[in-house]
């Protein structure tokens, strides 16, 4: 959408976890209204139920509280570019603890609240004319801040799969199948790339497989199909599945038991 050539509303979505700020977001959108055309489509105050609703409510930009709880700004960012339309982000935040460079990703831009109409009036043409980041850029610029979530593309929708829930992350193919203890997801990630965000969880058993930590209950010996020793397996809390320690990740991950 090119604003200056259509009066076509921007359909803006508000996601912050504080009411009276979503109120004053409306209210400088009314303000913008006699030369930038825009209607809010809806709104929420978590990242989580942002995410469900965007499922069905395409919107063309997203104004994102940066600091919210559970799940931040970033993280949302994230997980809505698995949406089938997902909007253009613009932050916003109450104070400048990250640097105003690390948001300046193409179509990302960071409002300082309380937030000025014409900085708003600025972001959203930005916005709505460079369309979505892509995944890749959000990646980077929250490279500090893990998510406490993936996410998971079925049917249209997005599934939220808490961290904390995940027994192991195993690689396949190009897909890496995430285990709970209810059932199995695949996401289109790289396991080394998780491995990266989220080393203090998940330790690493074999080349393609990544267990929690905290769910490691002890080793036994593992065989092969003819009945010989083919070295130690690990159990896991929560599953059945006996899965293969590899002799190069032995020590590390024996230590975790023992230490």
Known sequence: ?????????????????????????????????MDLATTVVGEAANGQEALIVLATTPADVALVDVHM?????????????????PPAVIFTAAHDQYAVAAFELNALDYLLKPVRAVRLRAAL?????????????????????????????????????PLRDIVYLRAELKYVTVRTKEREFLVEESLTQLEQEFGGVFVRIHRSCLVARRLIKGFERATDPDGESAGWAVMLHGVDD???VSRRQWSAVKSLVTA
Do not use: C, W
Not at 3 to 30: N, Q, T
Not at 143 to 161: C, D
């Open 242 to 244: 006996r899965l293969p």
């Open 69 to 85: 709880p559970e799940m931040n700004g970033l993280e949302f960012a994230r997980h809505a570019m698995q949406l089938e339309r």
């Open 125 to 161: 043409q930005k916005a709505s004319t460079s369309g979505p980041a892509h995944r890749e850029q959000f990646e980077r610029a929250s490279s500090n801040s893990p998510r406490h979530y993936l996410s998971v593309s079925e049917r249209g929708r997005i599934t939220l799969v």
């Open 1 to 33: 959408m090119t604003i200056s050539s259509s009066r076509v509303p921007i359909r803006v979505f508000l996601v912050d976890d504080e009411a009276p700020a979503r109120a004053r977001m409306k209210e400088l959108l009314g303000d913008l209204a």
